[in-house]
């Protein structure tokens, strides 16, 4: 029998990824068959680093499709690469193509360096990915089964987020939030939206709280089970929290610097709105910490289990 695999960009080559990964498959049971995208000799070396010794089956790119794979197994598709290459993006066009194709639905990639990776071009590799899929309709969720959050905008610098804070952006992410939910959570999310100013208040005469989010909040109460806006420094009280599966904010910092102090780093980055289903864990490629053996894989394995049951 033949399973659908996930596809995993380990991202950098310096940065904590295999460590995290073989630590993931030592702890835990995956069915689905996994396939590496990344250079077979940086692998071989990261495999005598933290001595795993699964076994890890070379596959040409050619005869990838005829492929049939089987569950718990861990495949590579080997990436050379001039010097002069971009790496991380070499890995990621061919997993793009792979999707393309059909070959799989599922992604997960690595921590990336946004600076050094995508040259400042794009604001996230959440942008990335999209734009390689021509898809303008999309949004980060941090995800945990407990509560989730996604900011309207992502990577941007403070003092643009006013300016690119608009009722269609806004009911774009609460709309794709509701329908990813139901489709591949099969429920109907309780939405919370935090407004942008300190409680929802502005001493200047025009307040984007009342004149943006406000409306757009009241024109979908009708179709989706969203309330606010709600000020953001009280908003993830334990006993307003709980009241809610997702809680949509302006900026990133606004909620991603709660959810990382609930959660730490049990939460998943997804990226919704994609016509396949990209994760990756929460948290950067961390290189002060390469060959110490002591970094969390909680992330990492929630973002497998997840892919796992889809």
């Known amino acids: 029998m033949s399973y659908s695999p996930i596809l995993v960009i380990p991202g950098e080559k310096k940065s904590i990824f295999f460590e995290i990964f073989f630590k993931s498959l030592k702890s835990r049971f995956f069915l689905s068959p996994l396939i590496l995208i990344c250079n077979k000799k940086n692998l071989d070396k990261e495999t005598k680093r933290y001595k795993f010794n699964k076994p890890i089956e070379h596959v040409k790119l050619d ?13 590579i598709i080997d990436i050379k690469h001039k010097n002069s290459d971009n790496y991380v993006q070499s890995c990621f066009k061919i997993a793009f193509r792979l999707i393309k194709k059909g070959l799989t639905n599922k992604i997960i990639n690595g921590p990336i360096n946004k600076t050094k990776t995508l040259n400042k071009k794009y604001l996230g590799v959440t942008e990335y990915v999209a734009k390689n899929f021509n898809q303008n309709k999309f ?4 995800y945990n089964k407990r509560l989730s959050v996604c900011p309207v905008t992502t990577h941007l610098p403070l003092k643009l987020v006013a300016k690119k804070i608009t009722k269609r952006k806004i009911k774009e992410k609460i709309v794709i939030i509701n329908y ?58 334990k006993d307003n929290r709980k009241k809610f599966d997702v809680i949509v904010g302006m900026y990133h910092d606004q909620v991603l610097t709660p959810i990382k102090t609930i959660f730490e780093y049990d939460a998943i980055n997804i990226t919704i709105g994609l016509p396949f289903l990209r994760v990756t864990p929460d948290h950067g490629p961390n290189e002060k910490m390469i060959g110490k053996n002591i970094s969390n894989p909680i992330s990492l394995i929630r973002s497998l289990e997840f892919l796992d049951k889809k």
């Not at 005869?63 to 495949?75: E, H, L, N, Q, V």
């Open 139 to 142: 949004a980060m969720l941090i």
């Open 180 to 237: 990813f939910y139901k489709k591949f959570l099969g429920f109907k999310p309780r939405i919370a939206v935090i407004g942008l100013n300190p409680h929802c208040e502005s001493v200047l005469e025009f307040n984007e709280d009342i004149k943006i989010i406000r409306p757009v909040i009241r024109s979908l109460k009708n179709k989706i089970n969203v309330k606010g806006p709600f000020p953001a420094d009280t908003i993830f009280l």
């Open 63 to 75: 005869r990838i499709y005829s492929k049939k794979f089987t569950k718990k197994k861990i495949y």
